[in-house]
């Protein structure tokens, strides 16, 4: 589903945050991108996604060239992709509801269908009864979980999130890992990236350690 | 298909939820892309009347033809059929007792006529040429000067010149105008949703982020632009009209003071059409020229 091979990332000023990583991931994986601050944890998720291109090095996604990919193209790809950002990037200025309305009107859902959608997105992260509540007025945990009922609205296959449990307590942060292993259960790819070492060794998941830029592991 | 119909009516929900959402600032707006409507289609308006004020006016585009005082009947009867042989247009004779009465019939003229010790006034052709070119119209009275019994030809050439001259330059001033507002129109919208754009800043990144082509970005925006420009046409037209409905009875006063009958004009349909299209055409086009600046910065 995913295959990287040889891929680099060097940002303008030298700094080298990926070198030469190479890693395939299948339908249907739960993995765990671990490593120390800096490591480049961040960097790979965003070259999956396709939000930052490598310098070297080449990545598939659904068999499709990321590299070769035009720019009016890389929408669609991103389709495939349920983001979850390491700040959220929650929209302050509607309630949850319409946030997680936000990637199906993308696509052009029909309001009613996408509104039983997303309800259906809040329900699994338990926030269906928050729904009209303006995510600044939701916890910290509680807007993590907004965010991957974003995320996920669409039902897309790749699940991607970044540090989803970095201000969290442990209470919360294990609330959060149950839903990714919820969605992966039900045979969502799924892909975090974490520098909490309590997740690596969980059953049925993959570790990807990275150390400064290179695969460890 | 459907979803294609249903972004764009979202997206049109949007850009209206938008122009709600800040009353003051649509309002201002508007009238400053209604204002700018305004001048231009007022300046056009203007031409429209005095041209037809001119054509209506009698001595523009006529040949008055004025026999010699000795002409009797045959040279008149020749005359004639030399008009009909030149297959000149429109004519009419105005025998010399016909011109004096209608002379004593102007106001102030009639004790000056009465006074005379006889008719001064020869007799005389007025033609409407099919042709009013004015070359056409110059090269036909020479032609007339030359015939026997001709005293004079009046030909208001000069002056028919002149006023063709006027217009187009009345008509050029005007398309200038409207050219210079409607690049101002277009910066005006640029403006407006450029400012639009910072506001939904973050939404625009998250949108991005998670699919959202550039259209789907665009279109809220270029909706917005087109409904602005199509109002401020909207406002346009209503201000032309009053414009108008207040000059009417003073414009219907002044011709009433030189004895004519004229009606000021309001606009047509066509051209109150022509200024809901320009509006609304103008603000899609600064809509665009903005979100996608934005865009390329963003990249």
Redesign the interface.
């Known amino acids: 589903m995913i295959a990287c091979s040889g891929v680099g990332k060097r940002y303008p000023g030298g700094l080298t945050a990926l070198e030469n990583v190479s890693c395939e991931i299948g339908a249907g994986e739960l993995v765990f991108v671990t490593g120390h601050s800096g490591a480049g944890k961040s960097t790979l998720v965003k070259l999956i996604a396709a939000i930052e291109r490598p310098t070297s090095g080449s990545i598939v996604v659904n068999g499709q060239n990321l590299a070769a990919l035009r720019g009016s193209a890389l929408p669609y790809l991103r389709r495939n992709f349920g983001l979850v950002f390491q700040d959220q990037k929650l929209l302050f200025d509607r309630n949850a509801l319409e946030n997680v309305l936000l990637p199906l009107a993308i696509i052009g859902t029909p309001i009613g269908e996408a509104t039983r959608r997303a309800q259906a997105a809040l329900d699994k992260v338990g926030l269906l009864d928050r729904a009209k509540a303006n995510p600044i007025a939701l916890s910290g945990g509680e807007q993590q979980r907004l965010a991957i009922a974003r995320a996920v609205a669409n039902r897309p296959a790749i699940l991607l999130a970044d540090e989803p449990t970095a201000n969290l307590d442990s209470g919360s942060a294990a609330g959060i890992l149950d839903i990714f292993r919820a969605f992966h259960q039900v045979g969502v790819t799924v892909i975090i990236a974490t520098h909490d070492p309590q997740w690596s060794g969980l059953q049925h998941a993959r570790e990807l350690r990275l150390a400064h830029g290179t695969l460890a592991a | 298909m459907?979803?294609?119909l249903?972004?764009h009516l979202?997206a049109l929900r949007d850009a209206l939820r938008r122009l709600a959402a800040t009353p003051l600032n649509t309002a201002l707006s508007l009238f400053v892309i209604g204002v700018a409507l305004t001048l231009p289609a007022a300046g056009w308006q203007v031409i429209d009347n005095v041209q037809r004020i001119a054509s209506s006016a009698s001595g523009v585009q006529q040949i008055s033809l004025f026999m010699a005082l000795n002409a009797e009947r045959k040279d008149v009867a020749e005359i004639e059929s030399r008009l009909k042989l030149a297959a000149a247009g429109r004519w009419h004779f105005v025998p010399r007792d016909t011109a004096l009465k209608r002379l004593q019939g102007t106001a102030g003229m009639a004790d000056l006529v009465t006074s005379l010790p006889k008719n001064p006034l020869p007799d005389a052709f007025v033609i409407e040429p099919l042709d009013t070119s004015p070359e056409a119209m110059a090269k036909m009275a020479k032609d007339m000067a030359d015939w026997p019994k001709v005293a004079h030809v009046q030909l208001d050439a000069a002056w028919v010149k002149r006023f063709d001259a006027l217009l187009r330059i009345a008509r050029l001033a005007v398309s200038l105008l409207a050219a210079v507002f409607a690049v101002a129109l277009v910066v005006v919208t640029f403006n407006t949703i450029r400012l639009q754009i910072l506001a939904h800043s973050?939404?625009i990144?998250?949108?991005?982020?998670?699919?959202?082509?550039?259209g789907?970005i665009r279109r809220p925006f270029a909706y917005f632009g087109a409904i602005q420009g199509l109002l401020g046409g909207f406002l346009a037209v209503l201000l032309v009209l009053l414009a108008s409905h207040l000059m009417a009875s003073p414009v219907a006063e002044l011709a009433e003071l030189y004895g004519a009958t004229f009606t000021l004009q309001g606009p047509s349909a066509g051209l109150a059409a022509a200024l809901v299209a320009a509006g609304a055409g103008l603000g899609w086009l600064g809509a665009l020229l903005s979100v996608n600046l934005s865009l390329r910065h963003a990249?």
């Open positions: 459907s979803a294609w249903n972004q979202m973050a939404e990144e998250v949108a991005r982020l998670i699919g959202a082509t550039d789907w990249d």
